[in-house]
């Protein structure tokens, strides 16, 4: 009987340090960009992006993962960040 009541309060404590925290970690900083569409994303990366490379990031904003495309532009002489999600809904 005693393992019974030992493995139920185990199964207790385990179950009860699990959080699910929705709201931002304001001591964790965060990148913002904003794509061309002038929507800010937040990534939680140290990454150089660079010119015509794909990266598949999470934004915690959005709580998505999301492919990020640096394109330049001839036109207007600029740099844009172009963001679609990595997996269409």
Known sequence: MKWVHLIIFSLI???????INQD???K???????????????????IKFELHNDYSLY??????????????YKST????YIVRDAWPK
């Open 13 to 19: 404590i385990a179950c009860g340090t699990i959080n």
């Open 24 to 26: 931002w970690d304001n």
């Open 28 to 46: 964790t900083i965060y990148n913002p960009i904003v794509d061309r569409s002038k929507r800010i994303h937040d990534y939680n990366t140290s």
């Open 59 to 72: 934004c915690i904003r959005h709580q998505t993962w999301e492919m990020i495309t640096l394109s330049y």
């Open 77 to 80: 002489d600029s740099v844009q």
